[in-house]
C-alpha cells in the first residue's frame, strides 16, 4: 500500500478526539509520525493505543494547556528535541461555547479565543521555521460558523472568523517561505463536541437535545451529519503534492449546509 506521508511528521493539535483524533489516523495510516497536541492525558493515550492498534506508526502524545503560550511551547520542545522538524501542522483544538449571548461572560469569550484562535496562533509561529524548511503544510480545521453568524453560538463564530481572516493572511507569508496554508470549515460533525453544543443548544432555549438535533438538521437540509473521516480525507488531500497549487483557501465540509456564495 501506499504511504505517501512515510517519514513525515505531522502535529494535530486537539488530536485526542474527534476531528482531530480523525485526522491524526488518517495521517498515521499513510505512514507519518503524528504527535498529539491536547490537555487530556487519558485521552491521549487512549488515541494513541487506538492508532497503534491499527497497524499504524504509534504517535507520540504530549499533554499540554494550548490556550497558554507554554502550553504551545511544551509540543514544539517534544518535536524539536525528538526529531528536529516538522512537515505538517493541523490546528483542530478549540472547543467555544454556544448559547443565549446575555448568559455568556468575559470569561466565556477570552477562553474560547484563547484556545482555538490563540493556540493555533502560537503554534504556527513556533513551528514556521520547521514548516518552511520542509516546504511543508499549515491545516486550520475552523469551522460553518466563520461564514454564516448564528446567534446562538456568537463566541463561536467570532473565534471562527479571527482564525479564518488570520488562516488567509498567513498564507501570504506561506507564498514567500514556501509553506501552503489552507483552512477547512466542518459543518455539524458527529463528535462528542457536537453532542455538547446541542446540550448548549437545549439548555439555552429551553429544548430537548433531540429537538435541537433535529431541527438544525433540518434548517440545514442536511442528508446526514458528517463525519470525522469526511474532513480527514480532505486535510490529507491539501497536504498532498498534488495540492501544492491550493494556497489560501478555506472549504466547505458540511454537506452543502453553507448558504452564502463562499
Known sequence: MEQPFAGKIVVVSGGSRGIGLGI?????????????????????????????????????????????????????????????????????????????????????????FALKFFGCVNLCRLFWPMLAAAGGHVVNIIGGAARTPDPGFLIGGAVNAAMNNFTKGLSGQGKQDGVNVNAILPGLTETGRVAQLFEQRAAASGRTVAQVRSEQIEREGLARLGRPEDVAALALFLCSEAARHIQGTAIAVDGGATPGLY
Open 24 to 112: 491524526a489516523a488518517a495521517f498515521a495510516a499513510q505512514g507519518a509520525q503524528t504527535v498529539l497536541a491536547a490537555s487530556s492525558q487519558p485521552n491521549l493515550a487512549a488515541a494513541a493505543d487506538g492508532i497503534a492498534a491499527s497497524g499504524a506508526p504509534r504517535p507520540d502524545i504530549c499533554v499540554a494547556d494550548l490556550r497558554t503560550e507554554s502550553g504551545c511551547a511544551a509540543v514544539f520542545q517534544l518535536v524539536n528535541e525528538r526529531y528536529g522538524r516538522c512537515a505538517i501542522l493541523v490546528n483542530s483544538a478549540g472547543a467555544t461555547r454556544a448559547g443565549a449571548f446575555t448568559g455568556q461572560t468575559a470569561a466565556d469569550w477570552q477562553d474560547g
